[in-house]
Nanobody, 116 residues
Framework: QVQLVESGGGSVHAGGSLKLSCAASGNIFSRCGMEWYRQAPGKGRELVSTITQHGTTDYAESVKGRFTISQDRAKNTLYLQLNNLKTEDTALYYC??????????WGQGTQVTVSS
């Protein structure tokens, strides 16, 4: 299974920016899409953004225009650029693989906290 390690979270004020990273243990972008999820306390896991193995991206309506998903194939790393952060973006952010044969182990997540 692919191991995933998230990083880059932190505490910022509303309107601020963060860039999250997800390091994968192997070359997977050619066959697997990737996703970012987030989970706030007491709530279910929410799909935030996806990118296919072909580079097609999609976003939850709540973050569209503010977040950008990207990948660096050479570094086997997925990114999520978070701009104009809002308090409702506060959550633990996880990355995941998607697609046939794209097995993975969940990482620890990275915490994003946005204050007013």
């Amino acid at each position: 299974q692919v191991q995933l390690v998230e990083s880059g979270g932190g505490s910022v004020h509303a309107g601020g920016s963060l860039k999250l990273s997800c390091a994968a243990s192997g070359n997977i972008f050619s066959r697997c899409g990737m996703e970012w999820y987030r989970q706030a306390p007491g709530k279910g896991r929410e799909l935030v953004s996806t990118i296919t193995q072909h580079g097609t991206t999609d976003y939850a309506e709540s973050v569209k225009g503010r977040f950008t998903i990207s990948q660096d194939r050479a570094k086997n790393t997925l990114y999520l650029q978070l701009n104009n952060l809002k308090t409702e973006d506060t959550a633990l952010y996880y990355c995941a693989l998607r697609g046939t044969y794209c097995y993975f182990s969940w990482g620890q997540g990275t915490q994003v906290t946005v204050s007013s």
